[in-house]
């Protein structure tokens, strides 16, 4: 199993939509899960971080942390033209939490 | 506040010669520094991390090599590029476990 797994997409969602991006890990024990937002060309961005079960919301931005299943996720709502990227998810690996690992990331096009 | 510097932006090199790509960080000290390399399309791929001068971890065994010569300095190497070495290097900080990485401009290096 990868470290850290994310569905390559393309994802596309039409604007206004909420866009749904999804994140499986396989350390039981991470404490802290990170998305980063990446243009074409660019360099990564820190766009959330989460640290506890639940939910955690950002302007339009939601990451939503379930521990007990393995799995952070990131909604969009009211998406944009501008919200068109990839979007990667980071979680840093035990022992130490000094790896920070990489999913391959979501490419996440909206459509006018 | 922090800034990560990281050079060339862009670099073509013929197969077989060597690499040096440099990055540091400024407003910070003792960072944790990471490079990652992104072929087109795909996520980011951990190649080398360190949480002190000196202190190196590899990631993937390959024909490139990282070394911290000071605090906030971190060069990746290579005596001899392939064609499969193409692609965007990107060098990232974060201030310890557990906490989120700032990425620096990237370099796209092309072997050609």
């Known amino acids: 199993q990868k470290e850290v797994e994310q569905n390559s997409g393309p994802l596309s969602v039409p604007e206004g939509a909420i866009a749904s991006l999804n994140c499986t890990y396989s350390?039981?024990?991470?404490?802290?899960f990170f998305w980063y937002r990446q243009y074409s060309g660019k360099s990564p961005e820190l766009i959330m971080s989460i640290y506890s079960n639940g939910d955690k919301e950002d302007g339009r931005f939601t990451a939503q942390l379930n521990k007990a299943s393995q799995y952070v996720s990131l909604l969009i709502r009211d998406s944009q033209p501008s919200d068109s990227a990839t979007y990667l998810c980071a979680v840093p690996y035990l022992p130490g939490a000094q790896k920070l690992v990489f999913g391959q990331g979501t490419r996440l096009t909206i459509n006018p | 506040s922090q800034t990560i510097h990281q050079w060339p932006a862009t670099l073509v090199q013929p197969v077989g010669s060597p690499l040096s790509l440099e990055c540091t960080v400024e407003?910070?000290?003792?960072?944790?520094l990471y490079w990652y390399r992104q072929a087109a399309g795909r996520g980011l791929q951990l190649l080398f991390y360190?949480?002190?001068?000196?202190?190196i971890s590899s990631e993937v065994p390959q024909n490139l090599s990282a070394s911290r010569p000071q605090d906030r300095q971190f060069i990746l190497s290579s005596k001899k590029l392939l064609l499969s070495d193409s692609g965007f290097y990107l060098c990232?900080?974060?201030?310890?476990?557990?906490?989120?990485?700032?990425f620096g401009q990237g370099t796209r290096l092309t072997v050609v």
């Open positions: 360190s949480v002190g001068i000196g202190q």
């Open positions: 350390d039981r024990g991470s404490q802290s």
């Open positions: 990232a900080w974060n201030s310890g476990q557990n906490t989120e990485a700032f």
């Open positions: 407003g910070t000290s003792n960072p944790n």
